[in-house]
């Protein structure tokens, strides 16, 4: 059985801040130092887009573009939780923010890369 649940979503004007924390717990792959951990986010309209990544094994850290210098992924192992630190919000961030788990060998950004998913958290940023 799999568990990935999502935390810290909220409304926040441009500029602002918000923490997203992602609690994983899969039953066949226990260990948090041994996966790959995304997020991804979708705005109304558009598709689901990877916007980080880290992978818990080298500590690799991918990043969409659109969120570098400004988004940091990082994780606590010893809580099994993976956060995504957004800051200089902007308007354009809007959208339900998901967390998943992935496959190893897949591209980090595409869905079909995923294991689990999340029931995602909105983040609504205002101008």
């Known amino acids: 059985q799999s568990q990935v649940a999502e935390s810290g979503g909220g409304s926040v004007q441009a500029g602002g801040s918000l923490r997203l924390s992602c609690v994983v717990s899969?039953?066949?792959?226990?260990?948090?130092?041994?996966?790959?951990v995304a997020w991804f986010r979708q705005a109304p309209g558009k598709e689901r887009e990877g916007v980080a990544c880290?992978?818990?094994?080298?500590?690799?850290?991918r990043y969409a573009d659109s969120v570098k210098g400004r988004f940091t992924i990082s994780q606590d192992s010893s809580k099994n939780t993976v956060y995504l630190q957004m800051n200089s919000l902007k308007p354009d961030d809007t959208a339900m923010y998901y967390c998943?788990?992935?496959?190893?060998?897949?591209?980090?950004?595409?869905?079909?890369?995923?294991?689990?998913w999340g029931q995602g958290t909105q983040v609504t940023v205002s101008s």
């Open positions: 998943a788990t992935l496959w190893f060998g897949g591209e980090w950004n595409d869905p079909p890369s995923v294991r689990s």
């Open positions: 899969e039953a066949m792959f226990p260990d948090l130092s041994s996966k790959r």
């Open positions: 880290i992978n818990s094994a080298d500590g690799l850290l």
